[in-house]
């Protein structure tokens, strides 16, 4: 949803999916590297509306390399210095010598909602919103 920017209704986080959209790179770049000093960079992502919107919002110069599948690969076959990918634990980025240097967001499952439908079946989406907001709670309580 960040990366198409749809106006879209999210009533309700399902609580489940957690993830993080990440900017990596080789861990030998890291030692020497400071990303607050970063003016212009080459970097490889499925996500180029987001990455492009969070580096012009830093007054970094992106060159972008959009990718399908394994993006971590980039840097290794000279394709780009950093990456911006979805990480869950982590370990992908750590078998192919890769870091975390900065979060760009926190995803998780969201329930969305058209927002047409909202107001034209407001009734039938409050009750299903309630419904999952219920279950939702019973679930973070019995584990939390």
Request: with cysteine; hydrophobic share 40%; charged share 30%.
């Amino acid at each position: 949803m960040l990366e198409q920017g749809k106006e879209l209704y999210e009533p309700l986080d399902l609580k489940f999916g957690y993830c993080r959209l990440v900017v990596a790179e080789p861990k030998e770049l890291q030692q020497d590297d400071d990303p607050a000093n970063w003016s212009n960079i080459r970097v490889a992502t499925k996500y180029p509306n987001v990455t492009e919107k969070f580096f012009a919002g830093k007054g970094i110069q992106a060159e972008l390399i959009k990718l399908y599948g394994s993006i971590e690969l980039a840097p290794l076959v000279g394709l780009s210095e950093r990456i911006v990918d979805l990480v869950s634990t982590g370990a992908t980025l750590r078998d192919n010598g890769m870091v975390e240097v900065e979060t760009i967001a926190e995803i998780t499952t969201r329930l969305i909602v058209n927002r047409a439908s909202l107001k034209t079946k407001h009734r039938r989406i409050a009750k299903i919103i309630d419904d999952l907001e219920q279950v939702i709670g019973d679930d973070v309580k019995i584990s939390g």
